[in-house]
């Protein structure tokens, strides 16, 4: 007759990590790609359609240095523990493709936390200054986007700065879904492994 099944907690085996390092793993691998997930496809939309773009825009600035530093800090540490629970000499292909994909993640959190992001978000401040002093930047969404063109066409300077933002938030943006992408594949990595749910 056999015994109860000893419970894992906090142990590690030679071969396998212990369940509170899978835990802290998936908590912050869950953690971040459902935090990308949530602010780049619902949250971003929703407030960009129903509020006025420089609320939006003053929102934006104050949530997304929080945003990038809490991807950043989520992608040092699930390197971190996977490096930890997965030792150099038994690295397979496998395991150094989660690691790529981690370092992947980690370069792009770090370049929008400290470049792209806060260009992108000096540069809205600029933006809705020169705005404001138009009487533009209170319409909801889209509205206004005609009073826009027209001030793009005879102030050289609000030109140069909509280029920039452009520019800047396009690249913000490519390592925003990177990192989803990044995310996504782990998850996907770890979703193989399970046995059962």
Known sequence: MEGPVPIQDAVASDTEPSNTIKLLHLLFLSTSWGMQVWVTFVA????????????????QRELFPYYFHISSTCAFLNLTLFA???????????????????LI???????????????T???VAELQL??????????????????????RASS??????????ALCHALSSLC??????????????????????
């Open 44 to 59: 971003g939309f929703v407030m960009s359609r129903h509020l006025p773009r420089h609320t939006f825009g003053s929102i």
């Open 176 to 197: 925003n879904l990177c990192c989803i992408v990044c995310n996504g594949l782990s998850l996907h990595h770890l979703a193989a492994q399970l046995s059962a749910l």
């Open 84 to 102: 930890m629970s997965h030792p150099s000499e038994r690295l397979g292909e496998e395991h150094m493709t989660q690691i790529i994909i981690f």
């Open 156 to 165: 050289p300077r609000y030109r140069e700065l909509a280029r920039r933002f």
């Open 130 to 151: 020169l705005e404001r002093s138009h009487g533009l930047g209170q319409e909801p969404g889209r509205a206004g986007s005609e009073s826009r063109r027209q001030l």
């Open 121 to 123: 978000s000096d540069t």
């Open 105 to 119: 993640c980690i370069a792009a959190s770090v370049l929008n936390t400290q470049c792209f992001g806060q260009v």
